[in-house]
């Protein structure tokens, strides 16, 4: 435990370190980042295929709302708190008219996307904890 609370204010304090991979349940996945409002805003839109994760990083906890408007692959959406705890899991599908349902959490720091049912297949449940790691 401890060596998880230093990795966290390492990475939390450190520019050197980069996240490169999420890790839930001792399952690790390689992620990518949407840190910037430009790259949270875009998300997963029009891609066909993702390999990991996507990994989006607030500065502060609060409710978040996600939705799929031109995301062409089902998603499981992973919402987190400021502990590093799960505190929602939504499986999403792409959204082929409007209006598109949206997908919320009454709080969240972050928010791990990765394909659909991957919650499922790696008994990942609300109450889990998640970690960074750079390697």
């Not at 919402?79 to 959204?95: E, Q, S």
């Amino acid at each position: 435990m401890k060596k998880l609370i230093f990795l966290l204010l390492l990475i939390s304090c450190s520019p050197l370190i980069q996240i490169k991979y999420a890790a839930i349940n001792n399952q690790k996945i390689p992620v990518e980042l949407a840190e910037t409002q430009e790259q949270q805003m875009k998300g997963l839109m029009f891609r066909e295929n993702l390999t990991g994760g996507m990994l989006f990083i607030y500065n502060e906890e609060n409710q978040r709302s996600f939705w799929m408007k031109n995301t062409l692959i089902p998603l499981d959406m992973i919402f987190i708190d400021k502990n590093y705890k799960i505190t929602t899991i939504h499986h999403a599908l792409p959204c082929k008219e409007d209006p598109c349902k949206i997908y919320a959490s009454p709080k969240a720091k972050y928010v791990l996307e990765v394909n659909v049912n991957f919650t499922i297949k790696n008994s990942i449940n609300v109450g889990d904890r998640f970690w960074f790691t750079e390697s």
